[in-house]
């Protein structure tokens, strides 16, 4: 047990038998504001949580602002017991449960029990159902998944790019979707084998669906995990090309790194902060990609060719202003479905890509 167990899930207890539980009036007494994160693995792991921390350090920084965090709280019901002690405890008025599971039923459930405290979840699809003063962001990351691809398409002699994925959600899957689409804008003979491993970090069956991969003859690497860690360095002593994810991983592998999709958290914190700060409510649903400034790419890699940096370059000025169609039709699914009639496409603001449920072809996987 942790210092940080004892002090919330515990404390927590001692708390409400004095009263303190669900008093509306601690969470914005006079003073600074009190921002919690929570975050499902630890904030040193490479990858998703990392790019959270690094945001809520740069908080730190601000007038009138104090952060409270704690890692390694796993998506059952000990999410809602984390951010009842940050509000009884610390006088959190602004809360950030970062991971994806947080959100049905525990952040809408806190939201009903503490009104007065704003709740703003990353990747959820709040809809005008749920509290009022709760909300989801994300950022459409998928179009780095496709500047991805499109240097991997350059750089893959066999062909064959590799994916390792945690879970078949939504945005799981449109990041595979374009990973492989941009690839194939290079060369439309490429293809893409996904392996799921059913959780956000497993780092042994990291390491085996990364060495499948290359065992069945990927030669480029990426993956959606919560730390992309074990992928990078596995694939990369493996001799395989990687490009990551979250944030960047250049220093775990410098010669075989591409590039990398990375988040830029920090402009959405403290839009949400401002907004608190200044008496407003933040906004119940926000999105935004590179040209907002929630997605920004790592550094391009010694191995990465001059036609690969033009052409990836050409495509990120074109997402730069808006409207950029990954999901364009005449386009099918992995099981010959047709599911983007021609004509048509699907532009990053697109809600549709909030509810992806399909492989496209050249995907080799299953949902």
């Known amino acids: 047990m942790t210092k940080t167990d004892l002090t919330r899930r515990h404390l927590l207890g001692g708390a409400a038998a004095l009263g303190l539980a669900g008093l509306p009036g601690r969470v914005r007494a006079a003073g600074p504001l009190t921002v919690g994160f929570v975050y499902v693995g630890p904030k040193d792991d490479y990858g ?6 690094v945001a809520a350090k740069a908080l730190k920084g601000l007038a009138g602002v ?4 704690e890692e390694r709280v796993p998506e059952t019901n000990a999410v809602e017991k984390t951010m009842e002690s940050m509000i009884n405890l610390d006088g959190a008025g602004l809360l950030f449960p970062t991971s994806f599971g947080y959100f049905n039923p525990f952040v809408i459930a806190a939201a009903k029990k503490y009104p007065k405290v704003q709740f703003r979840h990353c990747g959820g699809l709040w809809t005008e159902k749920d509290p009022k003063n709760a909300g989801s962001y994300f950022g459409y990351i998928a179009q780095g998944q496709y500047l991805n691809g499109i240097v991997a398409g350059h750089t893959t002699k066999s062909k064959k790019i590799g994916f390792v994925a945690a879970k078949p959600i939504p945005q799981v899957l449109n990041n595979v979707n374009a990973f492989l689409l941009g690839a194939q804008s290079v060369d439309p003979a490429i293809t893409c084998q996904v392996i799921f491993t059913g959780e956000w970090s497993l780092a042994v069956k990291e390491a085996e ?13 990426t993956c959606h995990v919560d730390s992309p860690k074990v992928t990078v360095e596995t694939a990369a002593r493996r001799g395989a090309f990687v490009c990551g994810y979250h944030v960047d991983q250049s220093p775990l592998a410098p010669q075989k790194y591409l590039t990398g999709a990375e988040w830029d958290w920090l402009p959405i914190y403290k839009g949400f902060v401002a907004d608190v ?16 400034g929630f997605v920004k790419m790592s550094a391009y890699g010694p191995a990465v060719s001059d036609g690969a940096r033009r052409n990836a370059d050409a495509v990120k000025a074109e997402m730069m202003k808006g409207g950029y169609e990954i999901i364009k039709g005449p386009l099918k699914d992995n099981a010959g479905k047709e599911v983007i009639a021609a004509g048509k496409g699907l532009p990053e603001k697109a809600l549709e890509l909030e509810s992806t ?11």
Do not use: K
């Open 48 to 53: 998703y949580n990392q790019a959270h921390a």
């Open 66 to 69: 104090e952060v409270v965090e």
């Open 209 to 221: 669906a990364t060495n499948a991969l290359i065992d069945g003859g990927a030669d480029v690497i």
């Open 277 to 292: 700060q200044a008496g407003r409510s933040p906004p119940n649903f926000l999105r935004g990609g590179l040209a907002d």
């Open 357 to 367: 449920n399909y492989l496209v072809a050249g995907v080799r996987g299953a949902v």
